[in-house]
């Protein structure tokens, strides 16, 4: 939604933050979750340790594969096209 109101010049940072801040509070989340089972789990829990770690790790790969991969995201062509950057259209385009 953020990328439908915004303005062309503004629109890639804003779409780039929301993704980001929407993995970054999952991985956050995550944490508290084990931080919190942990101490209170230990022996009577809900979820034994094994499987605990097991479910964390499940959910907090994506996240944190896509915060350390899209650091080298390229530019889109169409980006670029209107920067008038023809090097980093035919870049992206390969």
């Known amino acids: ?3 439908d109101i915004s303005t062309v010049r503004m629109r890639a940072g804003l779409i ?3 993704v980001t801040t929407n993995n970054i509070g999952c991985l956050v989340g995550l944490f508290i ?3 919190l089972l942990g101490e209170a789990g230990a022996g009577g829990g809900l979820v034994d340790e094994g499987r605990l770690v097991r479910i964390i790790s ?3 790969v994506p996240p944190t594969l896509f915060l350390l991969l899209s650091v080298s995201m390229p ?3 169409v980006y670029s096209a209107k920067k008038g950057d023809k090097e980093g259209v035919v870049k992206a385009l390969r």
Do not use: Q, R, T, V
Request: net charge neutral; proline share 7%; with cysteine.
């Open 75 to 77: 530019e889109s062509p």
């Open 16 to 18: 780039m933050s929301n």
């Open 33 to 35: 979750g084990k931080l």
């Open 1 to 3: 939604m953020l990328g």
């Open 58 to 60: 499940c959910f907090a």
